[in-house]
């Protein structure tokens, strides 16, 4: 049975969410008893509320599970994580097709006559930023949301009319995420098989020169090196604004990200002059994630491979960046770095390591064809990623205003 029954009047002036839903509380039957898991009926738990869409959870249970430990949930009713230690950082709204259990850590709260169901769910998003606010502790140390407070919050919902256009739009939104989402992973795919492709004939082709980055490099310009050591490269020496140092947590899908970058001043960047990145050159992380890499491109020219890093400058006219970069991420490199890194806590890489990593090196020619022809998906999903951004924002943006009612929808395009 619901905690309360839809219509019964919160106390305090004005109307709350407690005036407009019902709540049930779930739980979890006993784990050693084999019959009441393993059925076809969902028991959703905080795990599973990674979507705001469930089509699966972990865990089933069977009609006796329920009926010994848990609670049904009907399909209008939208799921809200109130204890566990993701609620430090995070919200979870779940809704699900089909009626389901839950556990105790989820509630599951259901619309009265005046809601839609869809229009709640958005409503607990939109507010997810306020909730967190009430948010605290329980005695053992595990996140709680303070219920009663909770229950109080103020709700005045506009007509169903309106709520119906609302989920609408947002409806419209999700579907199109969903499908930008889609786009994206279609061309990360592509990806992958084009640098199989080209990687792999490369290798196999006859008479293909296979050669260790060692050999390349040495005595023809280029050079393998260790980033400074942090004897060279201390705490205090970050400033605010000044010269960027490249990092291993710096290294995100190819690029330098700039997000949360250490810098330095130009005098001390002058001292560390042999670590000064070119456009051309390739930075790998040497630590912990070793499939991070990245090409030096004309905006980081002049910045430092710093510390947890190495640097490599290939010789111009028989290795780009960009093919070592491909070889390095394929997984002709990836097995080549698991297979020799170094450390028995955190990986490591090393310049002897990274120097014996073996590279099928086509003429220049077919280096350029090849990322020519990657780089123009890459194009198309960088623009897709635009989109996506976009929109979530557009998404954010339309769920604050539409449902704490600062925008309403017009009559006429409602009705």
């Known amino acids: 049975m619901p905690e309360r029954p839809y219509g019964q009047k919160a106390r305090g002036s004005g109307r709350v969410l407690d005036d407009y839903v019902t709540w049930q509380s779930g739980g979890t039957p006993s784990k050693a008893n084999q019959r009441y898991w393993a059925g076809n009926i969902p028991w959703v738990t905080p795990k599973d509320m990674k979507w705001f869409d469930l089509r699966t959870t972990t865990d089933y249970l069977t009609p006796?599970?329920?009926?010994?430990?848990?609670?049904?949930?009907?399909?209008?009713a939208t799921y809200i994580v109130v204890r566990g230690m993701i609620l430090a950082h995070t919200f979870p709204v779940s809704q699900m097709s089909t009626p389901a259990a839950f556990n105790q850590d989820v509630k599951a709260v259901a619309p009265g006559p005046e809601l839609i169901s869809r229009y709640l769910a958005y409503?607990?998003?939109?507010?997810?930023?306020?909730?967190?606010?009430?948010?605290?502790?329980?005695?053992?140390?595990?996140?709680?949301?303070?219920?009663?407070?909770?229950?109080?919050?103020?709700?005045d919902p506009p007509s169903l009319t309106e709520q119906a256009r609302i989920v609408e739009i947002l409806n419209s939104l999700d579907a199109q995420i969903g499908s930008t989402k889609q786009i994206i992973e279609k061309y990360r795919l592509q990806r992958i098989g084009l640098a199989d492709h080209f990687v792999m004939n490369a290798a196999n082709r006859k008479g293909a020169g296979i050669l260790s980055l060692g050999e390349i490099v040495n005595g023809r310009g280029g050079f393998i090196q260790t980033g400074p050591f942090g004897s060279q490269l201390h705490s205090f020496d970050y400033v605010d604004d000044g010269v960027p140092v490249v990092m291993p947590q710096d290294l995100a899908d190819g690029h330098v990200n700039l997000d949360s970058i250490a810098r330095v001043s130009e005098s001390k960047a002058r001292s560390l002059g042999r670590h000064r990145m070119l456009p051309g050159d390739v930075v790998f992380a040497r630590r912990g994630d070793l499939e991070r890499c990245a090409e030096i491109t004309a905006r980081e020219q002049g910045w430092l491979c710093g510390t947890g890093c190495l640097l490599v400058r290939t010789p111009r006219?028989?290795?780009?960046?960009?093919?070592?970069?491909?070889?390095?991420?394929?997984?002709?490199?990836?097995?080549?770095?698991r297979a020799n890194a170094v450390g028995s806590t955190m990986a490591n890489l090393n310049t002897s390591i990274l120097g014996?990593?073996?590279?099928?090196?086509?003429?220049?020619?077919?280096?350029?064809?090849?990322?020519?022809?990657?780089?123009?998906?890459?194009?198309?999903?960088?623009a897709e990623r635009k989109r996506l951004a976009k929109l979530h924002a557009l998404k954010s943006a339309l769920m604050t205003d539409l449902l704490a009612g600062r925008v309403r929808v017009p009559e006429e395009v409602v009705a």
Do not use: C, N
């Open 317 to 337: 006219g028989v290795l780009s960046a960009a093919w070592l970069t491909l070889v390095y991420g394929h997984d002709l490199g990836r097995r080549h770095v």
């Open 123 to 155: 409503w607990f998003k939109a507010h997810a930023g306020d909730f967190l606010r009430l948010v605290g502790e329980s005695t053992h140390g595990t996140k709680k949301l303070d219920l009663p407070d909770l229950r109080m919050f103020p709700m």
């Open 356 to 382: 014996s990593l073996q590279l099928p090196v086509p003429p220049m020619a077919d280096q350029e064809a090849a990322i020519s022809t990657i780089s123009a998906v890459d194009h198309e999903a960088a």
């Open 64 to 76: 006796a599970g329920v009926a010994a430990g848990s609670k049904m949930a009907p399909q209008s």
